[in-house]
């Protein structure tokens, strides 16, 4: 012990850090701040810690090469001793650290931890948020899979949406004409140098923040920000019933770093590493690209939104998203902070929780994607095709050779690109099959040049077969009308 | 010692030094932006686009739709299979042809193409493309990315060599087909 202590006394004369260290440490925090919510800060730094070591890690393995890094990663999985478990880190470090800084970017927000004089840790907050998922998207195209090839294309034609700039800016994303080996290079500087070097300057500002404002105290109702006052009342509470940050505080910290750690390699173990999934090779045409987890939300957006706002919304929505949250503490610098009287703030949290939520669930089964095998390997249920006829068989037969289970369900398998089909007879009558299947409309193209007249019948025959048992069929009442025309129509379909 | 003016002599070689490094700073970034540049500056003209021989016509039947590859023209050796482009060869009759890029034109995923209903699907969004590359449906806001196109001694040409988006399709050519 006492050898240690003199090599810490050399040191420390010559580095003089000890007092500061001390008193950083030391540093009197409010008594209430001692809490459970405060710990998803230091909860993020310390994934953050983990990212870089198990980075490193894998980065005397992996080849940032288009043409080996898939195989890299092959050899990491299945032959260097745990190097499927280092992946596995890796990669479950990174959605935890991506769900640990909104959870903890959600609780300053309901603290009113933006508030004056804290605008500038906020804003550094804002871009730590930004640089998370830069690193979260740059990782999965290190993955340089199918994915991850894909994803990189669908990065590069919203880029090209941008105008003016649009065409010279995929070129710049890409590193070329083409995604290929420079795109993976510089996506690698960008995961392994710039964007973790800013990452780490922009830590150090916001710790470096908290320690020279002080930590937010615990809102209370009532207890409003003043420009005025604020400095002077935080002094006197820090003063009264402050406690030292070690050990008040920190035991808390740590233990919620260590559940972190633990959550993280728990689901390494069981879970194992992200891919990678199919080789990035783009003449492999039979995939169905999917983004990793933190950005299926976008998925879901751009698969819902009109046309017709899909340009505008891609570009303007982040550009404002981010305008506003940078304006928010010079809009609402002060005033009142606890939750309990800011119901807005609540419900904002609230709605983008729910919104990110549900868009997340959809995106787990894109019910807008045609199911592109459905055709083939989803057989029409025996139950439809009890007791039809020949025609209607055949009908069945033109709707799986035609991929309309694809898009359309039955009895719940096959596509949901376009409504399920179990009642369709109920709901159209014969004539609105006919006109729909040949003209399309409402999302659906026009088989009209694609089916002959014989295959036509069939489809309808078969979709007019397609009610529940006791619920009739929707028929065109005018034509009891004219009887005589019926038999007509209904012998040949229309164009 | 002052100078006229008001500022001593160190703190005049000290805005001079400054100065100085502002100057050579300078120097040193004409070329580092350039070089961060050079894939929008685009040294290697005319451009990134080549014709580029998809093989012999014997191997796309008239009336059918077939996939083609081609290896990218400007290529680095640790490319791997990324410079191996597929795309989507339409021989409509005799020497007519339609050559579309794989990519949907809604966000980039490859389509496929479905014979029997004679339709492209995109397995992502849903976008969908007649046989002729047209829209037939989907969040796509127009039809398939088609290459400019050439026969030359019973092969097929396209030209090709940069990765198609709705404002990229500049060097690719829309609507008809350009046959020499």
């Not at chain 1, 830590?203 to 207890?223: A, M, Q, S, T």
């Not at chain 2, 339609?98 to 014979?115: D, E, G, K, S, T």
Request: proline letters at 7%; one cysteine or more.
């Amino acid at each position: 012990m006492r050898l240690i202590r003199k090599i810490g006394d050399w040191f420390d004369q010559r580095l003089q850090l000890g007092r500061s260290i001390q008193e950083t440490l030391e540093h009197p925090v409010p008594r209430q701040t001692a809490s459970w919510f405060y710990v998803f800060g230091s909860a993020a730094l310390t994934v953050f810690v983990l990212q870089i070591v198990t980075g490193i890690l894998l980065a005397t393995v992996y080849v940032p090469s288009a043409g080996q890094a898939w195989d890299s990663l092959h050899v990491l999985d299945h032959e260097v001793t745990l190097g499927w478990f280092i992946r596995a880190l890796h990669g479950w470090g990174s959605n935890f650290m991506v769900a640990i800084v909104f959870v903890h970017m959600a609780q300053v927000f309901l603290f009113g931890a933006f508030k004056f004089p804290r605008e500038l840790t906020w804003i550094a907050g804002v871009f730590l948020l930004l640089m998370t998922l830069g690193m979260a998207f740059s990782g999965q195209v290190l993955r340089f899979d199918q994915d991850a090839y894909w994803g990189l294309g669908i990065g590069a034609a919203i880029s090209s949406h941008i105008p003016v700039l649009g065409p010279w800016l995929v070129s710049f994303l890409l590193g070329g004409p083409i995604i290929a080996g420079a795109t993976l290079s510089r996506f690698f500087a960008l995961h392994v140098f710039l964007i973790p070097g800013m990452l780490i300057a922009l830590v150090g500002l916001h710790v470096l923040l908290v320690l020279k404002v002080g930590i937010n105290e615990w809102p209370i109702p009532g207890r409003t920000v003043r420009r005025e006052t604020y400095q002077q009342e935080y002094r006197e509470l820090t003063r009264e019933e402050g406690v030292p940050f070690v050990p008040y505080a920190v035991w808390k910290d740590a233990l919620f770093s260590g559940f972190v750690l633990l959550s993280v390699a728990a689901c390494a173990v069981y879970f194992g590493p992200f891919g990678p999934s199919g080789q990035p090779d783009p003449t492999i045409i039979q995939t169905v690209p999917r983004p990793d987890f933190f950005f299926l939300w976008l998925y879901a957006v751009l698969s819902l939104l009109p046309s017709s706002l899909e340009t505008p919304a891609m570009l303007l929505g982040p550009m404002i998203a981010l305008l506003v949250l940078l304006a928010l503490p010079f809009v609402s610098g002060e005033g009142e902070k606890s939750w309990k009287r800011r119901p807005i703030a609540v419900l904002t949290i609230l709605l983008a929780a729910v919104a990110l939520g549900t868009l997340t669930h959809l995106s787990g089964y894109a019910p807008w994607s045609p199911v592109m095998d459905a055709w083939s390997s989803e057989p029409i249920p025996s139950k439809y095709l009890k007791e039809s006829t020949a025609l209607e068989r055949q009908g069945a037969l033109v709707f799986q050779a035609k991929q309309c289970h694809n898009c359309h369900a039955l009895d719940g398998r096959g596509g949901w690109r376009g409504p399920a089909l179990d009642a369709v007879a109920v709901q159209l009558t014969q004539d609105q099959l006919i006109r729909q299947v040949i003209q399309g409309g409402g999302n659906m193209p026009a088989y009209g040049k694609n089916l002959s007249p014989a295959e036509t019948t069939a489809l309808v025959a078969f979709l007019e077969t397609l009610h529940p048992a006791g619920q009739a069929p929707a028929h065109d009442a005018s034509r009891a009308v004219t009887p005589e025309t019926n038999a007509e129509r209904s012998s040949s379909p229309r164009p | 010692m002052t100078l006229p003016g008001g500022i001593s002599r160190r703190e005049m070689f000290l805005k001079l030094a400054i100065l100085f490094d502002v100057v050579v700073g300078m120097i040193l970034a004409v070329p580092i932006v350039r070089y961060i540049l050079s894939p929008v500056i685009r040294e290697r003209r005319p451009g990134y686009a080549s014709w580029l021989s998809l093989g012999s016509l014997d191997q796309f039947p008239a009336g059918q739709t077939r996939l083609a590859t081609y290896r990218n023209p400007i290529v680095n050796p640790w490319d791997g299979e990324t410079a191996d482009i597929a795309c989507w060869v339409r021989h409509v009759d005799a020497e007519s042809f339609q050559v579309f890029a794989i990519n949907c034109a809604h966000l980039w995923c490859p389509v496929r193409w479905f014979p029997q209903s004679s339709l492209f699907m995109c397995p992502c969004h849903g976008g969908v493309y007649y046989a002729d590359g047209s829209r037939a449906a989907g969040p796509p806001e127009r039809g398939l990315f088609q290459y400019s196109y050439k026969i030359e001694g019973g092969r097929l040409f396209i030209k090709a060599g940069e990765m198609p988006t709705p404002t990229r399709a500049a060097n690719i050519k829309m609507g008809k087909s350009q046959c020499a």
